[in-house]
T-cell receptor
Framework: NAGVTQTPKFRVLKTGQSMTLLCAQD?????MYWYRQDPGMGLRLIHY???????AKGEVPDGYNVSRLKKQNFLLGLESAAPSQTSVYFC?????????????FGPGTRLTVT | AQKITQTQPGMFVQEKEAVTLDCTYD???????LFWYKQPSSGEMIFLIY??????QNATEGRYSLNFQKARKSANLVISASQLGDSAMYFC?????????FGSGTQLTVLP
């Protein structure tokens, strides 16, 4: 049981390049989230998903797209990276029903856009 | 929409003393969950404690307890017998469950 994993752990992009961050969980969790954390600040929700095939916008969705084709995976895409997207990205998942309180974070992906 | 407020950007506590980190929330949902996370300087998010809105007892996990006052919409974290390893950023969060909302965090420093 690996919990929540994120790939890659570090990445440097040039302005205008694209990339996809992968979040994977093996706990059969329904809800998955992508956050960004800027230096000295709290986490801000980018997008989230309440189940396979569903996604919704969070607080700061601009410049990002997401997909949840499989229940265990939640992808975060940057189509044209900008320096303002330099941040640490966290993925999280939460169970539902009786396991409502089960929630786990991935280790984070540190992204630098130059 | 949900909102979490943490009004203490930084806190200091002497080793072995207790400390309370404040968290207030706002929601129109009747069913919700409240969480506290710890983020050490290494960056990972560590789950500490959870309180459900219908739980009558305050949650406790070892040295951590959550002082839940539903009428006041507050969910303060109490750390007893502080240790040097408790120095970290602490985040309060809630979920209704479709959206997980975080506060801005409190930086706790434990002094020897």
């Amino acid at each position: 049981n690996a919990g929540v994993t994120q790939t890659p752990k570090f990445r440097v992009l040039k302005t205008g390049q694209s990339m996809t961050l992968l979040c994977a969980q093996d706990m059969n969790h329904e809800y998955m989230y992508w956050y960004r954390q800027d230096p000295g600040m709290g986490l801000r929700l980018i997008h989230y998903s309440v189940g396979e095939g569903t996604t919704a916008k969070g607080e700061v969705p601009d410049g990002y797209n997401v997909s949840r084709l499989k229940k265990q995976n939640f992808l975060l895409g940057l189509e044209s990276a900008a320096p303002s997207q330099t941040s640490v990205y966290f993925c999280a998942s939460i169970g539902s029903g009786q396991a409502f309180y089960e929630q786990y974070f991935g280790p984070g992906t540190r992204l630098t856009v130059t | 929409a949900q909102k979490i407020t943490q009004t203490q950007p930084g806190m200091f506590v002497q080793e072995k003393e207790a400390v309370t980190l404040d968290c207030t929330y706002d929601t129109s949902d009747q069913s919700y969950g409240l969480f506290w996370y710890k983020q050490p300087s290494s960056g990972e998010m560590i789950f500490l404690i959870y309180q459900g809105s219908y739980d009558e007892q305050n949650a406790t996990e070892g040295r951590y307890s959550l002082n839940f006052q539903k009428a006041r919409k507050s969910a303060n974290l109490v750390i007893s017998a502080s240790q040097l390893g408790d120095s970290a950023m602490y985040f309060c969060a809630m979920t209704p469950p479709r959206q997980l909302t975080f506060g801005s965090g409190t930086q706790l420093t434990v002094l020897p």
